[in-house]
Structures are given as C-alpha cells and as structure tokens.
C-alpha cells in the first residue's frame, strides 16, 4: 500500500525536529560533565547548534550531507573523551570561574587556556547539527510544494515539544548519558532506513562507536537535573561531593569544631560553628538555611540549639547524600523540613519568619538556562533577593552569609549590598575555613556588635557607584563580574565566533550572502525572538524558581505557543500590520511592568500576569513569523537565515553584561523595527 507523501514528510519533519532538541540538550548537559569550563558557557553550544542548523538549511537542495551526523558525532565524542582527561586553567580571569580538577589524574597534561576547549567545542557542535539542518529545510520545502509551508512548520514545532518533553522524562529518571545517547541516535536510525544498505551499517557502526566513547568516558556515580555528581569517603566522618569533577561540598562531624585546630576537618567545623558561639548572644530557635546541600549548616543549627529548622535546597540527588551519608544525621530530625527547590524563590513567597537565615555556600558551577549567562544562584545574591531575607526575619532576627571570596570586588558587592538593605555595616568574620573564607552577619540579632559604630561606618561609606561597584540587582544579577562591561574575553569569544559564523556560511552557501530582503527580515525575526525567548525564560525563573523543571516547562511553554500561533495562522489570516502593533505593545508593556510585581503574588493571579507578560509577545513575534515565512520563495533558505539570526541574538544577549537584562527587550524591539522598515519598502 503506498504511502500518503504528506504524511511521511510530517513524521520524517517530527522525527528531525525532535532529534534536533534532543541532541542539543544532550550536547549542551554532557559537555559540560566532561568539559569544566564548558558548564559554565552552555548557551555556546546552544549558539553552535542554531549556526549548524542555520548553514544545514541554507544547503537546502545541494549535495546532501546526511552522513556528515554519524561522522561528526563520533567525532565530538572522541575528543570529549581525550580533552576530559585534560586540565585546562587560565590566570587572567574575566569571571570567576571554580575550575578545580578533584577527578584529575596526578598527569594529568595542564593548559592555561579555556579559550581552546570552548572554540573547539563550538566547532564540533556546529558541524553535528548541519546534516539535520539540511534534511529539515528540504522537508519544509517540500511541504511548500505540494500543501503549505506553515503545515510542515507546524511538525517542526510539534516535534520539538516531544524533544523537551523526553529530555525532561529523561532528567526526572536520573538516566546516565549513555541512555540519553541511545534514545536518539535509537531514533535516529527510523531515517536512514531509506539509504543504501552501506550507509545503514556505517551508521550503526558509529552509533556503536559513540555510545561506547560515551560510556567509557564516565566518571560520575549520579546523574541529577543540574550536575553530574561524584561523592567519596573522605575519612570515617566525612566524605566529598563533587559536581562535575569539581569539589562541590565536604559533609562531615560539625560538633568536632576546636579552635586549637588540628585537622582539616575541625577547621571546617570551626568555621560553621564559630558565627553562633562568638558573634550571637542567644540561640535562635527558628532557622532558615537557604542551599542547605548535604547537611552541614543544618547540623550546626541543631548543634547550637535551633528548635525548629527550614531547609532549602534546590538539588534532590544532593539532599538524598545528606540523608544517606551526612555524619550527623541531620535531615533525619523531627525538627528539620526540607523544601526541594529554589532558594529565591521561597524567600519570596514565604509567609514564615526565622531568628536566623543562613545562605550557605551556594556559589554554583552551572548556569540558570543554556540561553544565558546566568548562572544558577545569581537571583540569590542580588539586593531584592537580600531584602525579601530582610522581610522574613522576626524583630530580632538576623542573616548569615557563607561565601567562599576569590575576588575582592566580590567581597566588597556582597558587604555593600548587606549594607544598603540594613543600613548598617555588616559584622564579618573572615577566616579561611576550606569551604568559605568569610561569614557575613546583618540585622537585629547582631546588633550588640558594636551596633551604633557600624551605623556611623555606614553613613560615611562612599556609596557603590563613587567606587564605581554596581550592586547585584534582579536586572543585572551578575555577581561574579567585576563591573558591568565586555572584557577582553568574552569580545574575543564574540568575535570569534562571529567570524566562524560568517566563513562558515561563506564556504558552506555563497551564494546565500547576496540575500533578499525576505531573508534580511527573517534574520531580525530570529535574532529579536532570541533575545525575548532568553528575557522570557529567565524572568519566569525568577518568578516560579530557577528549578529545572521550571526551565523545561517554560521552554516548552514558548514552543506550545508559538505552535498555537502558526495554527492559528492557518485557520484566520491575521493581517502583519496588525499582529506587528500587537507584537510592539507587548514588547513594550512587557518593559514597562517590572517583573518583581508578580512575585509573591498568589498562584492564580501569578499565572494570569505570566501568560500576559511573557505569552503575548511570544505570541504575536509568532504570528508575524508564519505570515513572512508563508509568503518566502523558499522555505529553507527563510528558515535558514532565521536560525542564523538566532546566532546573533545569542552573541548580542552577552550585552546584558553591560546595559541589564531589560535592555534585551528594548535590543530586540529595534531589530523588529528593522525589520519593519525593510517589509514596508519591499511591499
């Protein structure tokens, strides 16, 4: 029985588009387990994936490169595996960047330079993702052709939903990478099964090979939504976590705390012991601990007294070693309530009030979405993260920061944004203790320190901007940057790969730089919506709390809508004028409205404000994107050239560094505004 030609191009569409995700997620999570720099830059594969995809579509109808994917997969699995075993280290840091090799052999080759693995890196990705790239617009072309363009668009949304949705299942689960590469080069396979019977053995050839590179090359014992965790016995009282190679935390016996200090267990015990026995006059009886991780701050509270305690810790594999391995036990006592999921956001949705909130060393080593630079405890350390702690305190209460400072503009953000909330000098004990250096003490419950002193220190501090140090606020959370600037390092990633990106579209298509002014169109689109999508995610972590499943739901949120849009599209024309006032306002209304007027609010009324505040712009860019892609000359080269402004919006969101993550907003509105000017003198 023949097969409906329709209906194959719409499964062969859902089938790539959901391998698409799927591998870019899996690029993006593994890499960054092998690679320790690469953790901390996930939004460069994410950009490497748009630049192979946005080339693969512009090779649209040229020779086909379909068995560049298997070639190129065993490829980046290979080199992972050997640069894994590599330390790469710089010394001139732009950011502060934990790069501590614990898993390292002894050996082990040394090279002071990150700039390697993540230009290598991004040149792998983008090859891996330009055969798929290429059969999706040949596919989309197609749909053109015989039915319409916005019907096979409609499968390349659809099938990326499925692709977030199983990634998602598959993070749930805790399966290991392995399992993650299996599935999809599994499915994978569904479409080489038209090719000659060489290219089906070469293809499983190589899947075997990448599976089996992947496999060898793994290191951890747990695999959790955020990192890839090691533990060990350190002594018969203590063991170690690490998360992605890197030492992450050190749970022992806090009641061996002696201030004649022998060991390196004692110092550590010493240090979480020491802010309640010298600095507070009476022990607080109610306690939050914020980034509690495997127990330490919760036993030191139990230790000196607390009656009941609140812990907040966002990582459930790292509360189940607390659980399991803590010396102490902490999380088994009655008077301990955990809480699994971010600490912002309980901060700004709880009711209770605490004697003590305790932010443990939550200084992490990932980032909040593979489309920022954000990492995953900046909306902790910002000045409204540090006045909602302020808000739940009891009268006599009082916050205690543990920060292990590796910079001193660091030290100084931290102690002036306590002061700004206080108004008042913070008490700090500054010691290296192995897992923090410094302790620091704001509000009431300190406040027979010296008090009235502080308060007169205070007054005569030069404020942050004559020292030229921005706070970390909600819209430039950026705590590990030394000011609000592009260094030398990231230009030179931008333009290095601004640079790839143009050559290798150069090489790849010629021909496709002569562009049309659909095209041109088509690249604001794509840049702007980047830039929205990354603006978009990022506020609803902060409103719903930077948790993974927060990130997934979201993500696949915007796809639902923009599936809902070209649907929509295809039932009721919407005139562009209309959608692109709407796509404007929404832009604009979306600015204005600060998202901190959300927080806090109750669920329904939360929900309501999200969907208006992030939705409708998504929605009517939506819109407008199926009315020009419908009316393109070709379907992949549109297509193309949309994915490749994706690729600079992606380089253009590190600005936010600079001008604040509003100004995205207001980056992308005059890309659209671009592109209006361009649509007007076309028609």
């Not at 996930?42 to 579509?57: D, S, T, V, Y």
């Not at 919006?649 to 936010?656: A, D, I, R």
Request: hydrophobic share 50%; charged share 15%; net charge neutral.
């Amino acid at each position: 029985m023949p097969t409906n030609p329709k209906f194959k191009l719409a499964l062969e569409l859902l089938l790539a588009s959901f391998l698409v995700l799927f591998q870019e997620l899996t690029l993006i999570r593994w890499l960054g387990s092998q690679i320790r720099v690469l953790a901390y830059f996930p939004n460069l594969i994410l950009i490497a994936a748009f630049l192979g995809l946005g080339i693969g579509c512009l090779r649209a109808g040229r020779k086909s490169l379909w068995m560049l994917w298997p070639v190129s997969l065993v490829i980046i699995t290979i080199f992972t595996y050997f640069c894994s075993k590599i330390v790469f280290t710089h010394q001139q840091a732009s950011e502060h960047l934990w790069l501590l090799y614990y898993d390292a052999s002894p050996d082990a080759l040394v090279i002071n330079n990150i700039y390697l693995p993540i230009i290598l890196f991004f040149i792998l990705s983008s090859i891996s993702f330009v055969s798929l790239g290429q059969f999706v617009a040949e596919r989309l072309e197609s749909f053109r052709k015989i039915s319409n363009v916005l019907v096979g668009y409609t499968w390349d949304i659809f099938g990326s939903i499925l692709g977030i949705i199983s990634f998602s299942i598959v993070n749930y689960l805790g399966l290991f990478p392995v399992y993650w590469f299996s599935i999809f080069l599994t499915l994978g396979l569904i479409l080489f099964l038209h090719c000659p019977k060489k290219q089906i053995v070469f293809y499983l050839i190589s899947a075997l090979i990448v599976i089996s590179t992947v496999q060898l090359s793994e290191k951890a014992k747990v695999y959790t939504p955020y990192y890839a965790l090691n533990y060990e016995e350190k002594s018969p009282n203590s063991f170690w976590v690490m998360t992605n190679g890197s030492f992450h935390q050190h749970a022992l016996n806090v009641h061996a705390g002696d201030p004649e200090v022998i060991s390196d267990e004692q110092l550590v015990a010493l240090g979480y012991n020491t802010p309640y026995r010298q600095y507070l006059q009476k022990n607080p009886e109610k306690v939050l601990i914020l980034g509690a991780g495997t127990g330490n701050d919760v036993a030191t509270a139990l230790y000196n007294g607390a009656k009941q305690i609140d812990v907040v810790e966002i990582d459930p594999e790292i509360i189940k070693l607390g659980q399991k391995y803590h010396p102490n036990k902490p999380y088994a006592s009655g008077q301990v309530r955990i809480f699994n999921q971010d600490a912002r956001s309980y901060l700004s949705n709880t009711n209770e009030k605490y004697d003590l909130i305790v932010f443990g060393t939550l200084d992490s080593m990932t980032t909040l979405s593979a489309l920022s630079n954000i990492r995953l405890d900046n909306f902790v350390y910002t000045k409204e993260s540090i006045s909602a702690a302020k808000n739940a305190l009891t009268p006599d209460g009082g916050v205690m920061l543990l920060f292990m400072v590796g910079n001193r503009y660091i030290e100084e953000r931290l102690s002036f944004m306590l002061s700004e909330v206080f108004q008042q000098v913070p008490v700090i004990y500054e010691r290296n203790h192995l897992m923090f250096s410094h302790v620091y003490m704001a509000g009431n419950a300190f406040q027979h320190i010296e008090s009235e002193k502080r308060i007169l220190e205070y007054q005569k501090l030069p404020k942050p901007l004559d020292r030229q140090l921005k706070l970390s606020t909600d819209d430039w959370p950026y705590l590990y940057l030394k000011s609000p600037s592009l260094s030398k390092f990231y230009l030179l990633i931008m333009g290095v790969i601004g640079l790839l990106a143009i050559v290798s579209v150069f090489i790849s298509s010629p021909t496709r730089l002569k562009s049309s002014r659909n095209n041109l169109i088509m690249f604001c689109f794509g840049l702007s919506f980047l830039l929205i999508e990354t603006k978009s995610i990022i506020s609803m972590n902060l409103v719903w709390g930077a948790t993974w499943l927060t990130s997934a739901v979201v993500f696949g949120s915007i796809l639902f809508m923009v599936l809902m849009a070209t649907i929509i599209s295809q039932i009721h024309q919407i005139k562009f004028p209309v959608a692109f006032a709407g796509l404007v306002i929404s832009i604009v209304t979306m600015y204005l409205i600060p998202i901190s007027s959300i927080i806090g609010l109750n669920l329904f009324s939360t929900l309501i404000f999200s969907i208006l505040l992030i939705g409708l712009p998504i929605f009517f860019a939506a819109i407008c994107f199926a009315l020009l892609f419908n009316s393109s000359e070709s379907a992949g080269e549109s297509f193309g050239w949309n994915i490749l402004g994706a690729v600079a919006g992606g380089l253009l969101e590190f600005m936010s560094m600079v001008t604040g993550l509003k100004a995205l907003l207001l980056i992308a509105l005059m890309f659209y505004l671009i592109a209006l000017m361009i649509y007007v003198r076309r028609n």
